[in-house]
């Protein structure tokens, strides 16, 4: 079964408009850190915001804020105030932490997100 | 400063050649990676060294040798490669911090664009 869902393959929007990525993840333990990242058509992967299983309160850098609903477990990537620069490819991924899972990252398939002028 | 350097940025080799990818990190991370990602696809893990031993090999053929002389070098070393492994390599390292689960930011490099001829 997929770890990590990304449903929106490709998605455009407005510059100066607000977007939402989905994310959901799948996994039976209580401690797990949720990431988001972005990779440019240059291809470095940027780290863009971190969700801990235990944190009382979304995540925000700048003008990333991280919808984290543990029930439905769902971490959507919200980015205000789009730019062109912000055309790219966005992955959630998922580290569970328990020792057994090493230190691997499981990625989502990602979504392309296209910023119109 | 959250840089993670890798040369070269592009690579092409024939299938007899023997070639190598470096990759630096001076964060202080204990915890260094190499990863496969073919166009439009996630990153796939090959290796991850931690404390400068070879922790995790995802089953990876042996025309692919990873070496970590020190903790802020790593290399990966390409000998018979096959058309197939053209692909963006990317390096990435993290604190290996296992006080609090989840957070293990993994910090990438801007990767290198291998063809195999």
């Known amino acids: 079964a997929q770890k990590i869902t990304q449903t929106q393959p490709g998605m455009f929007v407005q510059e100066k408009e607000a977007v939402t990525l989905d994310c959901t993840y799948d996994?039976?333990?209580?401690?797990?850190?949720l990431f988001w990242y972005k990779q440019p058509s240059s291809g470095e992967m940027i780290f863009l915001i971190y969700q801990g299983s235990y944190d009382q309160q979304n995540a925000t850098e700048g003008r990333y804020s991280l919808n984290f609903q543990k029930a439905r477990k769902s971490a959507n990537l919200v980015i205000s105030a789009s730019q062109l620069g912000d055309s790219a490819m966005y992955f959630c991924a998922m580290r569970e932490g328990t020792n057994n899972a090493g230190n691997m990252l499981t990625f989502g398939g990602g979504t392309r997100l296209m910023v119109k002028p | 400063d959250t840089e993670v350097t890798q040369t070269p940025k592009h690579l092409v080799m024939g299938m007899t050649n023997k070639k190598s990818l470096k990759c630096e990190q001076h964060?202080?991370?204990?915890?260094m990676y190499w990863y496969k990602q073919k166009a439009k696809k996630p990153p796939e893990l090959m290796f991850v060294?931690?404390?400068?031993?070879?922790?995790i090999n995802e089953s990876v053929p042996s025309r692919f040798s990873p070496e970590c002389p020190n903790s802020s070098l790593l290399n990966l070393h390409l000998h018979a490669l096959q058309p197939e492994d053209s692909a963006l390599y990317l390096c990435?390292?993290?604190?290996?911090?296992?006080?609090?689960?989840?957070?293990?930011?993994?910090?990438f490099g801007p990767g290198t664009r291998l063809t195999v001829l």
């Open positions: 996994t039976s333990d209580p401690s797990y850190g």
């Open positions: 964060m202080g991370h204990r915890a």
């Open positions: 060294y931690s404390y400068e031993k070879l922790s």
């Open positions: 990435a390292s993290s604190q290996e911090s296992e006080t609090l689960a989840g957070v293990d930011t993994q910090y």
